[in-house]
């Protein structure tokens, strides 16, 4: 048997352990592998490309960020047009991807991606193509699954930047404000926040008020604490609701960005303090994965090869409650996770004497 797989949208950490768990796993069935190259790009004959995958050309690769294969979130499959909202793959194009993959031979194809690739590989599924999806996201913000590989590697990178933030801001008693990803979902900054040590969270899900942020710093003044940590998560919105963007904002995914500079100007003149802004950006898509994101990407593509042979397609490998399953696609593609304002991790915040700015 010929199998594909192919990963598609942003890059994260944790992407060549699933590669990797995928060829081993078919090797040992005695299945052929092609990679397709930048995504679903790749299944396209004009301008597509693919390679061959042994387990010799696994070696190594769960060890290095990015993909072996390259990626994409452009180009003729997009079918996630924003929040909510879902494009229809134009029929010559599923065509001719469903030519390509039946000239090559392969029988069943893996798409490891996020809600908008995931949304992609609904549509194929739906089309008659043999598909399994592989969650991928540092967000965290899949509904269906407890955890996505790349969010652990994403939230250590943000500990390690508060550890070196909270130094320098002491040294200089700063308002420290640190932008992290996660687009419309406060996990990166909850769980980085909480493991950085810092004394102030703001996230998408929990309304907050940037006076009641400057009271809890001027207190702290008060009591002799002359450094503040900040960690804003992207996606959080200003007073009314309103998300601070950059680039365009007609774009199909409009490209947050910016609130963590909004938040040092106006903290600063409420608090009389030196306030400075870091945004990590994409260092929290490259790097090394951690272990426990390596284990559960190898973990992942193991069990994706797994429900092919059980010809289990249309479904989506699952992490819950420390088991790997898998749920339909369908139940997966937009439910976002978001951080529950009354749930546990918010209660240990609220109990470490974080402020939420609420």
């Given amino acids: ?46 301008g597509g490309d693919y390679i061959k995958l042994t387990p010799d050309d ?21 079918a996630k047009v924003g929040v909510g909202d879902v494009a229809k793959i134009p029929e010559e194009i599923m065509s001719a991807a469903r030519d390509n993959l039946k000239h090559l031979g392969v029988e069943a194809l893996i798409v490891i991606g996020g809600d908008g690739s995931l949304t992609t590989a609904l549509q194929m599924n739906e089309e008659g193509f043999n598909v399994v999806g592989v969650p991928k996201t540092i967000d965290n913000d899949l509904q269906a699954t407890a955890m996505t590989f790349g969010f652990d590697s994403a939230v250590t990178t943000v500990v390690d930047a508060l550890d070196r933030l909270q130094t320098t801001g002491q040294s200089h008693k700063r308002v420290m404000v640190l932008e992290v990803m996660g687009r419309h979902a406060g996990w990166i900054a909850l769980w980085g926040g909480i493991g950085g040590g810092a004394q102030v969270i703001l996230l998408p899900e929990i309304e907050f008020d940037l006076n009641k942020v400057a009271d809890f710093i001027n207190q702290r003044e008060k009591e002799g604490k002359r450094s503040t940590l900040i960690v804003v998560a992207e996606g959080a919105s200003l007073k009314g609701g309103k998300l601070v963007t950059t680039g365009d904002t007609t774009a199909s995914e409009i490209a947050l960005g910016g609130v963590g500079k909004i938040v040092a100007d106006q903290i600063e003149p409420l608090t009389g303090k030196d306030t400075r802004c870091c945004v990590l950006g994409h260092l929290q898509r490259g790097g090394s994965p951690t272990s426990i994101d390596r284990i559960l990407g190898a973990r992942f593509g193991v069990k994706a090869v797994k429900m092919i042979k059980a010809g289990e397609y249309g479904r989506m490998v699952s992490y819950q409650a420390y088991h790997v399953g898998s749920v339909p696609i369908a139940d997966a593609v937009h439910q976002l996770r978001k951080v529950d304002p009354s749930g546990e991790m918010v209660d240990t915040a609220r109990a470490l004497g974080i402020c939420l700015g609420n």
């Fill in 1 to 46: 048997m010929k199998i594909g797989v192919l990963n598609s949208g942003g890059d994260c950490p944790g992407l060549n352990s699933v590669i990797s768990g995928v060829v081993g796993a078919a090797d040992k069935l005695g299945w052929e592998v092609y990679g397709f190259i930048d995504g679903f790009e790749g299944l396209l004959p004009e």
């Fill in 58 to 78: 696994t070696i190594g690769i769960g060890k290095l960020g990015g993909t072996i294969l390259g990626t994409t979130n452009k180009g003729n499959f997009a």
